[in-house]
């Protein structure tokens, strides 16, 4: 083998390994990719924001497998319609807690900047 060709697959390789792990090594939790202000809440909030991330997604699943057993056949309509209906408010009840904490977050966060601010007058 060359000397050209022994740099080219080392490179070669090296870019493979890249590619594969890069997605492992950029992971963020779940929380982060809903709430854009994750960072910004207090610990408090952050487990909240996690463990309602994860029941968004738990419900989420759970529409996709009633809506696959239904197009199988293992539910009748009635009772297909009355679980997704539920299912739906539950997800609709967790996305507007969601907007919930985050609107709080928003507003302790400006209530912390007009202190801020006022401080900051009072100084001057």
Do not use: C, W
């Not at 487990?47 to 539910?75: N, P």
């Amino acid at each position: 083998m060359s000397a050209e060709a022994t740099i080219f697959a080392i490179v070669l390789a090296g870019a493979m390994a890249v590619f594969v792990l890069f997605p492992f090594m950029a992971r963020r939790t779940p929380a982060e990719e809903i709430s854009p202000v994750y960072r910004l809440a207090t610990p408090h909030q952050r487990q909240i924001l996690e463990a309602l991330s994860a029941e968004k997604a738990r419900t989420v699943r759970a529409i996709r497998d009633l809506d696959f057993d239904y197009d199988v056949g293992k539910l009748d309509t009635a009772t297909y319609r009355t679980q997704r209906v539920y299912l739906i408010q539950v997800y609709m009840a967790i996305v507007q807690r969601l907007d919930d904490i985050e609107a709080e977050i928003h507003t302790h966060l400006e209530r912390i900047e007009a202190e801020i601010a006022a401080f900051r007058h009072v100084e001057s």
